[in-house]
């Protein structure tokens, strides 16, 4: 059986050391011994840079479930220079990367990323 949450860290790793190489400086949410809460409750990473700031929701599930959360990110309010992002990181298929605010789906070639996380 798969450890569900090992493979989410793992995805999330990834994606954050993907947006330091791009040059963002990337928070995730600090875990405390009760778990761990997302970023207003839906975002797993903020990444900034000087110009754009991009909240990130990492999703890691083969399904389509994702799809019916869709207006629950939607409905965060996004000033100028900032996007809302879901990224859906299957194992070994390319990252892809939906803009919430255009609803355009892009793909990321996967790439092998050590992580120290």
Known sequence: ???TKAKGDRAEA???KLLEEEGYEVEKPIKTRWGRTDFF???DLIAVNNEHVRFIQVKTNKNDTYGKQLDKYRGFPAPPNTTRELWLMEARK???IIDLDAGQKTKKKAKKCTTTE
């Open 1 to 3: 059986m798969v450890n």
């Open 14 to 16: 990834k994606a954050k």
């Open 41 to 43: 409750n839906k975002w």
């Open 94 to 96: 390319p990252i892809k």
